[in-house]
């Protein structure tokens, strides 16, 4: 691994962490549904993705995630986070890799955390052993606030965010 690709994950990282402490110290932002926060640091992994390259993305997400758990202190948070969090960049992949001509990043923003949201409820209900389904009509409408919140900030970022950073980048991926 190159020291300029080291650096640019740590950097994303460290971002997308900061992020996920801000807003665990935050109340969630919709009261009637529990645990439901705008996901600010999936924005860096979303532009991680378009930026980066899949690979990367998930580095800077399992990092992310690990570490969040840690130093937020909640180390059970990660049963939720981390698969809600692989799934839904899962998603987001195919959407960007396969009908990206036809969609836009807001609207994979979108259907990344409406399955984000809908892997949480299902973990929550497998740990509790308690069908949590009532729950899913809340968190989707916590998921289209924060997916198209979220989705917008990323298309800013990734339009106005100098191209001279990446190009070195760009340009060892296409040639592979």
Same mark, same amino acid.
């Given at each position: 691994?190159k020291s =300029?690709? %080291?650096? #640019?994950i /740590?950097?994303?990282t460290? /971002?997308?962490?900061?992020?996920?402490? +801000?807003?665990?110290?935050?109340?969630p932002?919709?009261?009637?549904?529990p645990?439901?926060?705008i996901?600010?640091?999936?924005? &860096?992994?979303?532009? /991680?993705?378009?930026?980066?390259?899949?690979g990367?993305?998930?580095?800077?997400l399992?990092?992310?995630?690990?570490l969040?758990?840690?130093?937020?202190?909640?180390?059970?948070?990660?049963?939720?986070?981390?698969?809600?969090g $692989? +799934?839904s960049?899962?998603i987001q992949l195919?959407?960007?890799?396969f009908?990206? =001509?036809i969609? *836009?990043?807001?609207?994979?923003?979108?259907?990344?955390?409406i399955?984000?949201?809908?892997?949480? $409820?299902? $973990?929550? *209900?497998? @740990?509790? #052993?308690?069908?949590? *389904?009532?729950?899913l009509?809340?968190?989707?409408?916590? *998921? &289209? @606030?924060?997916?198209?919140?979220?989705g &917008?900030?990323?298309?800013? %970022? @990734?339009k106005y965010?100098?191209k #001279?950073?990446?190009?070195?980048? $760009? #340009?060892?991926?296409?040639? =592979?």
């Amino acid at each position: 691994m190159k020291s =300029k690709r %080291i650096t #640019k994950i /740590a950097l994303f990282t460290a /971002a997308a962490l900061m992020l996920n402490l +801000i807003e665990s110290m935050l109340p969630p932002f919709m009261p009637y549904a529990p645990g439901a926060k705008i996901g600010l640091s999936n924005l &860096i992994t979303l532009v /991680a993705l378009v930026l980066l390259g899949a690979g990367d993305a998930y580095l800077i997400l399992l990092l992310r995630c690990f570490l969040g758990s840690v130093f937020a202190g909640n180390v059970t948070s990660l049963m939720y986070s981390l698969p809600a969090g $692989v +799934i839904s960049l899962a998603i987001q992949l195919l959407l960007y890799r396969f009908l990206f =001509k036809i969609i *836009s990043i807001p609207c994979i923003s979108l259907l990344g955390a409406i399955a984000h949201n809908a892997v949480q $409820v299902a $973990v929550a *209900s497998i @740990i509790v #052993k308690v069908n949590l *389904s009532v729950m899913l009509a809340p968190m989707l409408v916590a *998921s &289209i @606030i924060a997916g198209i919140a979220v989705g &917008i900030a990323a298309f800013l %970022i @990734i339009k106005y965010l100098p191209k #001279k950073l990446f190009t070195d980048y $760009v #340009k060892t991926q296409e040639n =592979k």
